[in-house]
C-alpha cells in the first residue's frame, strides 16, 4: 500500500523516510523536498505530478541513486542507499533500478538489440543468455522485429520501447520512469502507457512515474502531487483543477 | 571482449573524423620514424666508433694533409698498437650524383688498425699484388651491380688535371659490426702517391691510430699532438667516435633539428588527437551518464574513452609505421648515397608505436576523466 505519511509498513519495498534536499543556486538555498515520506509496495504504479521546478525529477534521482539526499533515508528491498559510496550506488543501481527517459537516452550507433544488451554487459551472463534475456525484453515491448534496428531506424514511441526493453532486461527492483510520454504523440503515448501498465499487472513490475499529463497519470494506481516539498494525495479536484491549469 | 562492441561503434560513429585522425597519426609516426632512421645514419659512424682508435688530422683542418713521414713518429709513441694512413680521393663514377667515399688505403697496416672490416685472405692478396686494385664495401657493390674481376674507371679533379683513373675490384669487404659502414671504395695509396702532382707526394690526409688500451687514449693524443706542436703541421687527435661527431655536426646540429621537429610533430599531434577526443566526448555526454546511469562504473566510462584513443594511436601508429617499412628503402634508394644507408630497425618500430600509445593515452587522459566525472543529474538535465 501508497503511503505518504511516514507511517508504511517495513516491509514496504520502497521506503522514504525525512528526505530533505537542498541546493545552493545563485547564493541562495533552495530546499526542494523537505521531509518527505513514501512507502510503496511491490507491484505498486505510482504517478508524481506537479508544477516545473516542484523536485519531481529531483525525488526519481534520489529514489534511484543519482542524487544523494541532504538527509533523511531511502531503503529499497532492505538496502538502504543514502550512505553507499558511488561506487556501491552503482552497482546497486544495475541491480535494482530500470530507468525509461523522456528523450529515450539510446546509444545511437548501436541497434535496437545492442542498447538492450547494455546493462546484462555488466552481468556474468554469457552471450547465449544474454540473446535470451534480449529477446524476451524485446519480444515483451512488441519489437522482436525491429531488433537489428537502430534508434534513427525507429520511430518515437518504438525508440521509448527500446528504452523500457532496456531497462527492464535485467529485471529490476523497480522501474523509474521521467516523463515517458513527454516526447510522444498521443498515439504513441497510449501505446507506451498501455505496455507499462502491462509490466505492472502482467509481469508484476514496481513503476514510479514522474508525469505532467493527467491522463497519463490517471492510468497509475495512485498519482502523488508535490507540493511544498513533500507528498500529497491526489483527487479527481485537483487532477481536473491542475488540467485546467495547463489549458 | 564483451564491451569491443560498444567501443568500436563509438570509435566508427564519426567516420570523415576517424580517418583523418587516423591520418595524422599516421603522417606524425611516418614522419617521427623518417626523422630518427636519418639520425641514426648520421650518428651511426660515433656508435660504431672503435673505443680504441684515434684520428689524427692536421689542426688547420681535414682539407689540410700531414707529411707521411708522421707514420713512423706516431707509432713510437707509447700506447701505440699501430698506426695506418688513408687519403681522401674524391673520384666521379659515372655522374657526380654517384657519390660514395673513396679512400687511398696503407696496404700494410690498414687491417690491423681498421679489423672490423673483412676482406678474404684471397682476395686481399690479390689486391695487394694489384697496384690498380681496388676493394669496395658490399654495399656500394650491390648498388652498382659490380664484382670482382670488373674494371671501374673513376674521373678525379682534384689532383691535378682532370684524369680517369682505371681501377680493377679485387675484393669486396664485409662490415662486421651491425650496420657498419660498407659503402666505401679503398685504392692503394701508393698507386695514389704515384700518380699526384709533387706537391701532394708522401702525404696522408688523417692518420689512424690503434691503441693498446682504450684507457690510454687521453694520454696518447696528448702525446701525438705535442709531438707535432710548433711544427709546420700540427695534429689534432681526437677519439674515432668524437671525430665521427665532429663529422656529422659539421652538417649542422642534425639531432637538434630532428628532435625539434619530432617534438612539434608529437605536440601538435597531441593537440590535435586531444581536442578530437574532448569533442567526441563532449557529443556523447548524454550517453555517457545513461551508460552511468545503468550501471556502468566511473572506471569503465574512462576505459571505454581510453580505448577509443589508444586503437586510433594504434591504427594511425601501425598504419604511419607500415608506410615507412615501404617507403624508407625507396628514399634511401633515391638518395643514391648522398646520406648513410638508412636502416628502420625494430627497435625503432618499437619506439613508434610506444611513442604513438603515449601520444593516444595522453589525449585520452582528460576528456576520459572529465567523463569519468561527469555526474549524471548535470549530464541528464542538459541532454
Redesign the interface.
Given at each position: 500500500m501508497i503511503r505518504v505519511d511516514g507511517q508504511g509498513s517495513s516491509n514496504s519495498l520502497i521506503q522514504v523516510r525525512g528526505l530533505n534536499k537542498t541546493y545552493r543556486r545563485g547564493g541562495e538555498n533552495i530546499q526542494v523536498l523537505q521531509g518527505l515520506n513514501l512507502d510503496v509496495d511491490k507491484g505498486d504504479f505510482v504517478a508524481f505530478m506537479g508544477p516545473s521546478g516542484s523536485g519531481k525529477t529531483t525525488l526519481l534521482?534520489l529514489l534511484?541513486g543519482?542524487?544523494v539526499p541532504t538527509s533523511g533515508t531511502i531503503s529499497v528491498d532492505g538496502d538502504e542507499i543514502t550512505h553507499m559510496s558511488?561506487?556501491k550506488l552503482?552497482?546497486w543501481?544495475?541491480?535494482h533500478v530500470g530507468?525509461v527517459?523522456q528523450?529515450y537516452?539510446l546509444?545511437?550507433?548501436?541497434t535496437a538489440y545492442?542498447n538492450v544488451e547494455?546493462?546484462l554487459?555488466?552481468t556474468k551472463l554469457s552471450?547465449a543468455d544474454r540473446r535470451k534475456h534480449v529477446e524476451t525484453a524485446l519480444s515483451v515491448v512488441g519489437l522482436a522485429d525491429r531488433m537489428h534496428h537502430y534508434p534513427r531506424q525507429l520511430s518515437g514511441g518504438q525508440e521509448q520501447r527500446v528504452t523500457i526493453a532496456?531497462a527492464i532486461v535485467s529485471d529490476p527492483t523497480f522501474l523509474l520512469c521521467d516523463e515517458p510520454t513527454g516526447d510522444l504523440d498521443r498515439k504513441s503515448a497510449t501505446e507506451i502507457m498501455l505496455l507499462i501498465e502491462q509490466l505492472v499487472e502482467k509481469h508484476g513490475k514496481t513503476v514510479l512515474m514522474v508525469t505532467h499529463d493527467p491522463v497519463v497519470a490517471a492510468r497509475a494506481h495512485i498519482t502523488l502531487h508535490l507540493e511544498k516539498g513533500v507528498l500529497v494525495e491526489g483527487s479527481a479536484e485537483r487532477l481536473a483543477a491542475m488540467a485546467g491549469g495547463a489549458a | 571482449m564483451?564491451?569491443a562492441?560498444?567501443i568500436l561503434?563509438?570509435l566508427?560513429?564519426k567516420k570523415v573524423r576517424l580517418i583523418l585522425t587516423i591520418g595524422s597519426f599516421a603522417v606524425a609516426l611516418f614522419l617521427f620514424t623518417f626523422l630518427a632512421v636519418v639520425k641514426s645514419a648520421f650518428s651511426r659512424g660515433e656508435e660504431i666508433a672503435g673505443a680504441d682508435r684515434l684520428v689524427v688530422i692536421n689542426r688547420t683542418g681535414l682539407i689540410q694533409v700531414l707529411p707521411l713521414s708522421y707514420d713512423d713518429k706516431i707509432a713510437a709513441i707509447p700506447g701505440v698498437k699501430a698506426v695506418t694512413h688513408n687519403h681522401w680521393f674524391g673520384g666521379v663514377y659515372q655522374d657526380e650524383r654517384n657519390f660514395f667515399p673513396q679512400f687511398a688505403i696503407d696496404i700494410e697496416n690498414h687491417r690491423k688498425v681498421m679489423t672490423e672490416f673483412k676482406v678474404p685472405d684471397d682476395q686481399w692478396n690479390n689486391f695487394v699484388k694489384d697496384q690498380q686494385g681496388a676493394v669496395v664495401g658490399a654495399l656500394l657493390a650491390k648498388r652498382f651491380g659490380w664484382k670482382t674481376g670488373d674494371r671501374i674507371p673513376l674521373k678525379n679533379a682534384l689532383y691535378g688535371a682532370t684524369k680517369t683513373w682505371e681501377f680493377n675490384i679485387d675484393g669486396i669487404y664485409h662490415n662486421e659490426k651491425p650496420g657498419g659502414d660498407e659503402s666505401q671504395f679503398w685504392l692503394q695509396w701508393k698507386y695514389f702517391d704515384e700518380n699526384v702532382p709533387p706537391v701532394m707526394k708522401s702525404t696522408a690526409g688523417w692518420y689512424v691510430v690503434k691503441l693498446n688500451s682504450a684507457d690510454d687514449a687521453v694520454n696518447v693524443a696528448k702525446a701525438i699532438d705535442e709531438k707535432f706542436a710548433n711544427s709546420s703541421n700540427e695534429t689534432k687527435t681526437e677519439t674515432e667516435s668524437a671525430f665521427a661527431a665532429g663529422f656529422a655536426k659539421q652538417l649542422g646540429n642534425i639531432e637538434f633539428l630532428i628532435l625539434t621537429i619530432g617534438g612539434v610533430v608529437f605536440f601538435t599531434l597531441l593537440l590535435v588527437t586531444g581536442n578530437t577526443m574532448a569533442i567526441s566526448v563532449r557529443e556523447r555526454t548524454?550517453?555517457l551518464?545513461?551508460?552511468?546511469?545503468?550501471?556502468?562504473?566511473?572506471r569503465a566510462v574512462l576505459f571505454f574513452v581510453l580505448a577509443e584513443s589508444l586503437l586510433i594511436a594504434l591504427i594511425g601508429g601501425a598504419l604511419g609505421l607500415g608506410f615507412a617499412i615501404l617507403a624508407i628503402p625507396v628514399v634511401g634508394a633515391a638518395l643514391n648515397g648522398l646520406l648513410p644507408p638508412l636502416l628502420l630497425s625494430v627497435s625503432l618500430l618499437a619506439l613508434g608505436l610506444v611513442f604513438a600509445l603515449l601520444v593516444g593515452a595522453a589525449s585520452g587522459l582528460l576528456p576520459g576523466l572529465g567523463a569519468m566525472r561527469l555526474r549524471?543529474?548535470d549530464a541528464?538535465r542538459r541532454?
Open positions: 534521482n534511484g543519482l542524487d558511488s561506487s552503482t552497482q543501481r544495475a541491480r530507468f527517459f528523450m537516452n546509444i545511437p550507433v548501436l545492442q547494455l546493462p554487459l555488466l552471450s532496456r | 564483451k564491451f562492441r560498444l561503434a563509438n566508427f560513429r548524454g550517453e551518464a545513461v551508460l552511468k546511469a545503468i550501471g556502468f562504473s566511473d549524471v543529474v541528464l541532454v
